[in-house]
């Protein structure tokens, strides 16, 4: 079965830098979740999407900026980047149908290093 | 506020012995979901189970059982027989029915499970 794609899976930057995390949902799935994972942290909710439109919004830098696409596949931008955003950056998508949305499937994340 | 509690921060056992994993939640809503995640040395995270609030009924699924009980608000996942390859982190995680698209989750600070040979 299709999984959730993220690109890239490792990525390297250095300090004031700009970055761009991708996401792929697995097909039909119409909601988009994004998660940061610290080292030795739990997962923590950044932002969401339904339909192209953010639904919530939790923890995220106003460095940071989200969006979804007409076919769902949703972009992070990261900008000035600092050292404590170093992290796995999760993202998750659910189906749109009754029953099945509250449950999310995860991506393999990506692993952003900024030195 | 929604908060999850795993109060194991690591758990080491022997191959074959079995092992409960425990979860504590708490939230106002009377609809809500509660979720296990296991998150491999590899890194991703793994979908194990979903429960609703409205539905206590126990679930097994191979070696893997989960007990639900809102009156203590707990939901507790066991590994049967465990193996080397069940060693993991394991998260227990909830989201409240607010409705519309907003299920985000809420986690426990995990619980490292080491199985040794």
């Known amino acids: 079965a299709a999984g959730v794609i993220q690109s890239p899976r490792h990525l390297i930057k250095e300090k004031r830098e700009t970055a761009t995390l991708k996401c792929y949902p697995i097909?039909?799935?119409?909601?988009v979740y994004w998660y940061q994972q610290g080292p030795g942290q739990d997962p923590q909710f950044l932002i969401s999407f339904y339909e192209k439109m953010q639904s919530d919004k939790g923890s995220i830098p106003d460095r940071f900026s989200a969006q979804q696409f007409s076919d769902y596949h949703s972009e992070l931008n990261m900008s000035s980047l600092e050292l404590g955003d170093s992290a796995l950056y999760f993202c998750a998508s659910s189906e749109g149908l009754a029953g099945e949305r509250e449950t999310q499937y995860f991506g393999p994340g990506t692993r952003l290093l900024v030195l | 506020a929604q908060k999850v509690t795993q109060a194991q921060t690591e758990i080491s056992v022997v191959e074959k012995e079995d092992v409960t994993l425990d979860c504590v939640y708490e939230t106002r809503d009377t609809t809500y979901y509660l979720f296990w995640y296991k998150q491999p040395p590899s890194g991703e995270l793994v979908f194990l189970i979903r429960?609703?609030?409205?539905?206590?009924q126990n679930e097994i699924s191979g070696r893997y059982s989960w007990n639900f009980q809102k009156s203590t608000s707990s939901f507790n996942f066991t590994i049967t027989a465990s193996q080397v390859v069940d060693s993991a982190v394991y998260f227990c995680?909830?989201?409240?029915?607010?409705?519309?698209?907003?299920?985000?989750?809420?986690f426990g600070k995990g619980t490292l499970l080491t199985v040794n040979p």
């Open positions: 429960r609703n609030s409205f539905d206590e």
């Open positions: 995680a909830l989201s409240e029915g607010s409705g519309g698209s907003n299920y985000k989750l809420t």
């Open positions: 097909p039909r799935h119409d909601t």
